[in-house]
């Protein structure tokens, strides 16, 4: 299993700078000519290629232009497509990512591709040079302050016992399966961006200064803050399943944010609350912490994510809400069958593990018997006759012979949760 990770060093110079600002030019250019022409991939973008000719940027910072435009352009024509509206692409941040044309020394010292013959040259801090050691180097991202080198490695995957599912919410994680489950506190998350949107509105003035400085900069330390926080919570998270050999089931949230959008009738307080929800970090954070450490990711989609929170997963009955007024059981859930309140949360957790569980099982296929083989052998046949030639009337067309053993999915998840 390949594993990926990145590691940063701060580095500013003038030379860079003015590297990236040509850089930002031929994408601009790119994105006009692609827009233009109606193309949005590198083969596509060769004739605009052959307009860079005249330019003195190195050839590798040519091809990663022109890749940056092509995604820019693919997620614009997204947009389109879905019904989205569309503007002028926004300002680009300056950056360039190459995966050709630097090296390291021996020594520890970077070269930089600036023009034929002309290299930038930084020396590497002893972390970067211990991180790079005997690692396979993918790509270097240069931006105005910083150089990030991206490298991977070959991790051997660890054997799997169990399934943990992953719940996210707005000021928990939780996660586990059906003989323990954990919640994480994230509460302090939520306290720390309210705050942060209090002191920026707090500000009376409306010019440059405070919107270019003041206000990204207290911005930029509650998302420091949080993403410290999320780094502890992913980080046990992932040690406590290579302790226990299990693998993580991640369920899918993409497209909550268009739930509170400006105009569905929700408070401006309420719409910021809910969209600061930090659920795609958590995703992104416990993903290459899983592969770096060899366990197994499981992203469940969308329709194996529905209705988690409101199955119980121990019966299957639908789990209803309390009354309102109800502050001790806000977020619980009551069985009737069961006749027990039910944390929303948790039992979301369970759920989702059963659901992972059931992919991970249904995708390592059991031994068959004699008797399973057997039938599956006259259902081919069965269906090898109802494809075959009929000069009068076709029985059935292009009959998949699997899909006659096709068992639902539900069925599939309660059997191997229980085995």
Not at 161 to 189: A, H, P, Y
Not at 249 to 271: F, I, S, T
Not at 369 to 383: D, I, M, N, T, V
């Amino acid at each position: 299993m390949q594993a990926t990770k990145c590691v940063t060093q701060p580095c500013e110079s003038n030379e860079l700078r003015n590297l990236l600002g040509e850089c930002l030019t031929i994408t601009y250019s790119a994105i006009a000519y692609g827009q233009e022409n109606g193309i949005n991939n590198r083969k596509g973008m060769k004739a605009f290629y052959q307009t860079l000719k005249g330019v003195r940027v190195p050839s590798c910072y040519k091809v990663a232009t022109i890749t940056r435009a092509c995604a820019v352009l693919k997620s614009r024509k997204k947009s389109e497509k879905r019904g989205a509206k569309t503007r002028h692409p926004r300002p680009l941040r300056p950056m360039v990512c190459i995966i050709s044309g630097f090296f390291i020394t021996m020594k520890g010292r970077l070269f930089i591709p600036l023009r034929r013959d002309k290299y930038f040259d930084a020396q590497l801090n002893h972390h970067v040079q211990q991180t790079l050691a005997g690692r396979n180097l993918r790509s270097l991202m240069i931006t105005q302050n910083a150089l990030s080198f991206c490298y991977s490695e070959e991790v051997k995957p660890l054997p799997i016992r169990s399934v943990f599912g992953v719940d996210r919410n707005e000021k928990n994680l939780t996660f586990g399966d059906e003989g323990k489950v954990t919640q994480i506190d994230l509460t302090e998350t939520v306290r720390i961006r309210q705050t942060s949107r209090e002191i920026v509105g707090s500000f009376r003035r409306n010019d440059v200064r405070l919107r270019r400085k003041l206000a990204p900069k207290y911005w930029k330390r509650a998302s420091d803050r949080t993403n410290q926080m999320l780094h502890a919570a992913t980080s046990l998270i992932v040690e406590t399943a290579v302790e226990d050999g299990a693998a993580i089931a991640l369920e899918d949230l993409a497209g909550n944010n268009r739930m509170y959008e400006k105009g569905n009738g929700q408070g401006p307080d309420y719409r910021f609350r809910l969209n600061s929800w930090p659920h795609q970090k958590a995703w992104k954070m416990l993903e290459y912490k899983a592969a770096w450490r060899g366990i197994v990711t499981i992203p469940l989609t969308r329709s194996e994510t529905y209705g988690s929170s409101s199955v119980h997963w121990a019966c299957g009955e639908k789990l209803r809400k309390p009354e309102n007024g109800d502050a001790v059981h806000r977020r619980m859930l009551w069985c009737q069958a069961c006749r027990v309140w039910m944390d929303r949360d948790v039992n979301a957790a369970v759920v989702l593990s059963q659901r992972g569980l059931a992919r991970f099982a249904s995708s390592h296929p059991r031994p068959k018997s004699r008797s399973q083989q057997a039938l599956e052998a006259a259902e081919k046949g069965l269906a090898g006759e109802a494809t075959k030639g009929n000069p009068t009337q076709p029985a059935i067309l292009r009959v998949d012979a699997s899909k006659l053993a096709h068992r639902p999915m539900v069925n599939t998840a309660i059997g191997h949760a229980k085995g």
